[in-house]
T-cell receptor, first 114, second 115 residues
Framework: DVKVTQSSRYLVKRTGEKVFLECVQDMDHENMFWYRQDPGLGLRLIYFSYDVKMKEKGDIPEGYSVSREKKERFSLILESASTNQTSMYLC?????????????FGDGTRLSIL | AQSVTQLGSHVSVSEGALVLLRCNYSSSVPPYLFWYVQYPNQGLQLLLKYTSAATLVKGINGFEAEFKKSETSFHLTKPSAHMSDAAEYFCAVSDKNTGFQKLVFGTGTRLLVSP
């Protein structure tokens, strides 16, 4: 089974802090994704990566950056956390080869910014 | 741009009753379609996917979905609900015209199952 592991289930940080969310997958997937999930809005794509050191903006990249130094690890960075970034963050990974590849998700990190 | 509409943010059924969760997509070219389920405090798990083979797709846990091009729909059904089906369900679409997978999700439907 594919395993996508997010480093923290719950995280509490303060406004203005730099926050790192880590994600590791064990299936040698080329693609990795970061989403945020908010009630009534579904999942919205923040950033994705299709190869090491490659990154692409998703639909809501403002206030975020990412890093992918190794194939199995994809980090989401909140440069200066703000209260409107309080949310559930989900990491996912998939094989390349077109849009018919399903994404595999981690259990999420519930982030609170105080 | 692709979009997905899930009618009903909440659906309530009794145990043993039919489950019907609705999903409509907007695309002139039939896309790839997915249904995911999210149990409390967990990530999303793939239920089933449509990739242009059979229009009736069977998934895990007794769920199935039918692709109807004329209605641009991909509704999820289960003949008999079980208490363990209580969860949030997301429909998602991926554009066939891009070589890269980017999913667009609906806003989700929470399924409530009463005894």
């Amino acid at each position: 089974d594919v395993k996508v592991t997010q480093s923290s289930r719950y995280l509490v940080k303060r406004t203005g802090e730099k926050v790192f969310l880590e994600c590791v997958q064990d299936m040698d997937h080329e693609n990795m994704f970061w989403y945020r999930q908010d009630p009534g809005l579904g999942l919205r794509l923040i950033y994705f990566s299709y190869d090491v050191k490659m990154k692409e903006k998703g639909d809501i990249p403002e206030g975020y950056s990412v890093s992918r130094e190794k194939k199995e690890r994809f980090s989401l960075i909140l440069e200066s956390a703000s209260t409107n970034q309080t949310s559930m963050y989900l990491c996912a990974s998939s094989f390349s080869g077109g849009g018919n590849q399903p994404q595999h998700f981690g259990d999420g990190t519930r982030l609170s910014i105080l | 741009a692709q979009s997905v509409t899930q009618l009903g943010s909440h659906v309530s059924v009794s145990e043993g009753a039919l489950v019907l969760l609705r999903c409509n997509y907007s695309s002139s070219v039939p896309p790839y379609l997915f249904w995911y389920v999210q149990y409390p405090n967990q990530g999303l798990q793939l239920l089933l996917k449509y990739t242009s083979a059979a229009t009736l797709v069977k998934g895990i846990n007794g769920f199935e979905a039918e692709f109807k091009k004329s209605e641009t729909s991909f509704h999820l059904t289960k003949p008999s609900a079980h208490m363990s089906d209580a969860a949030e369900y997301f429909c998602a679409v991926s554009d066939k015209n891009t070589g890269f997978q980017k999913l667009v999700f609906g806003t989700g439907t929470r399924l409530l199952v009463s005894p």
